[in-house]
């Protein structure tokens, strides 16, 4: 189940999709930046990759912070407290998977 965040059988289910005889473009992040807000402002942004083969594209994310949400490719959040927060989103074609890492800085 793709809800947007990874467990153990998203990972199960990616490993169970890789094809080692079988040429496949991984997909490529477009656009996925580090991030500097201040607490309690809206922070929203889309999350996309391309896949040079024409596969479809499953997202999920590592790490998202307590009230985050990442559902539909967007992730949304309204911080709290001042800090920085690391966050990896994953795309798989079901063959490969990549994987990018954000930086959230958020300020006073």
């Known amino acids: 189940d793709f809800n947007g965040q990874v467990d153990i059988n998203d990972l199960l289910v990616f490993y169970g999709n890789w094809k080692t005889n079988y040429v496949n473009d991984i997909p490529e992040f477009q656009n996925v930046n580090n991030q500097n807000i201040s607490k ?3 922070l ?3 999350v996309s ?3 040079k083969d024409g596969d479809t594209l499953k ?3 590592l ?3 307590e ?3 990442f559902s ?3 992730f949304s959040w309204v911080p709290e407290k ?3 927060c690391s966050i990896v989103f994953i795309v798989s074609d079901n063959k490969s998977l990549n994987y990018e890492s954000v930086q959230i800085v958020v300020n006073e």
């Open 40 to 42: 309690k402002q809206l």
């Open 44 to 46: 929203k942004f889309s």
């Open 49 to 51: 990759a391309i896949d």
């Open 59 to 61: 997202y999920a994310a």
């Open 63 to 65: 790490g998202l912070p």
């Open 67 to 69: 009230n985050a949400d």
């Open 72 to 74: 539909n490719q967007v």
């Open 82 to 84: 001042a800090g920085i």
